[in-house]
């Protein structure tokens, strides 16, 4: 059992950053953000590599966005937000350890509770 939890969230204006952090209760595991905004599916945002050495971006974040991790603990580092970035933003990690995830919700086992960005225009 993973347990994730997710901090960083907050409200920032068009144009700025911020960053999240996932902090996983075990090292080792493949792990990825996903958000939601309201009255939308669950959309993949970045993933990463067991080890960091391999990094994914959905097509609405690429360029903006940069996944890192220092052992266990995951950031997600955004930069020039647009409203449309907001959403809850959810952690998640594969469910083997040293194992591969992709973009699909389905391959990711453990899930944070969220964090919420709200991005003003």
């Known amino acids: 059992q993973v347990q994730l939890v997710e901090s960083g969230g907050g409200l920032v204006q068009a144009g700025g950053s911020l960053r999240l952090s996932c902090a996983a209760s075990?090292?080792?595991?493949?792990m990825g953000w996903f958000r939601q905004a309201p009255g939308k599916e669950r959309e993949f945002v970045a993933s990463?590599?067991?080890?960091?050495?391999s990094t994914d971006y959905g097509d609405s974040v690429k360029g903006r966005c940069t996944i890192s991790r220092v052992k266990n603990i995951v950031y997600l580092q955004m930069n020039s937000l647009k409203p449309e970035d907001t959403a809850v933003y959810y952690c998640?990690?594969?469910?083997?350890?040293?194992?591969?995830?992709?973009?699909?919700?389905?391959?990711?086992?453990?899930w944070g509770q969220g964090t919420q960005v709200t991005v003003s225009s």
């Open positions: 075990l090292s080792g595991y493949a």
């Open positions: 990463i590599s067991w080890d960091g050495g």
């Open positions: 998640a990690a594969d469910g083997r350890p040293f194992g591969r995830v992709g973009e699909r919700a389905a391959e990711y086992r453990y």
